[in-house]
């Protein structure tokens, strides 16, 4: 290789290294300024347990609404072509581009209790705002645009013909869709839900404007480390490393399951 030619790797290699710098660089700065013993003190602090045990909780509970409704949604929006499917599409990748802020504002407008649907809630005696069931609404309208676009890609991919043979078999739509269609875009819905259950796990503004941040009812991990980034910033960094820790295990736990799909599809 001569040098004329050589520039354009090396240029690729040092975009590559900067980007690699620049993105991990804060990351390991967090585990850098805390030690094991910090980790396990913010833990014990007053609120902390409580604050990561209505984070686990509450993004479970998102990511079962956006696992039951999201995938079927998404298998219709890949599978059918029909007028304003584009529109609908925009529609439901319009929150992944809304300030948390803004997002937070319009969970209002819509259910809170001056919302056009809340007074519809409050006359069936459904509360959302400032409750904890509002920091799931909140989670899931914030997380649930990554997993739908990413399960409409998955299911688009799937070859359509393993469908048809399904159907020329004798099996439903809804058993093709349960027994073919879901297994074969499985490392894509997973890759989906691992970005939704991140960004679920660590929401903040639409959380905060929402549901507010009271301990043990509304306040998850984001709004107890915001809580003590004034008072004790030690705290607030180690809290960050245990949320840093679980979503890292989140995102591997993705990888290992697309890749064992991987493996179990070249094996047949």
């Known amino acids: 290789m001569t040098v004329r030619s050589a520039w354009f790797p090396a240029l690729l290699a040092a975009a590559l290294a900067a980007t690699i710098a620049f993105l991990t660089l804060p990351v390991v ?20 347990l409580d604050a990561l045990w209505l984070s686990l909780r509450t993004t479970a509970a998102a990511m079962a609404v956006i696992l039951l409704v999201g995938t079927p949604a998404a298998y219709l929006l890949a599978t059918r072509s029909f007028r304003g499917r584009a ?7 319009l929150p992944l ?7 937070g504002i319009a969970l209002l407008a819509a259910v809170g209790p001056s919302g056009i649907a809340g007074g519809s809630l409050e006359a069936l005696g459904i509360e959302l705002s400032l409750t904890t069931a509002g920091v799931v609404v909140a989670l899931t309208f914030v997380a649930s645009p990554f997993y739908v676009r990413q399960g409409i890609a998955a299911f688009a991919a799937v070859d359509p013909t393993l469908r048809d043979a399904s159907r020329t078999l004798g099996a439903s739509e809804a058993r093709g869709f349960a027994r073919v269609m879901i297994p074969a875009a499985m490392p894509g819905l997973a890759a989906g839900g691992a970005l939704a259950l991140g960004r679920a796990l660590g929401e903040f503004g639409a959380t905060l404007m929402f549901a507010g941040s009271f301990q ?3 306040q998850t991990v984001p709004l107890a480390i915001y809580d003590r980034f004034a008072t004790d910033f030690d705290a607030a ?6 949320l840093v820790a679980v979503a890292a295990g989140i995102l591997l736990a993705a990888k290992l399951v697309a890749g064992s799909e991987a493996l179990g599809r070249a094996a047949r």
């Open 97 to 103: 581009v809304l300030p948390p802020a803004v997002a």
């Open 29 to 48: 700065a967090i585990f850098v300024d805390s030690s094991p013993r910090d980790l396990i003190d913010s833990l014990g602090e007053p609120g902390a």
């Open 87 to 93: 529109v609908l599409i925009t529609l439901i990748e």
């Open 216 to 218: 043990g009812v509304t």
């Open 237 to 242: 960094l180690a809290l960050s490393a245990v």
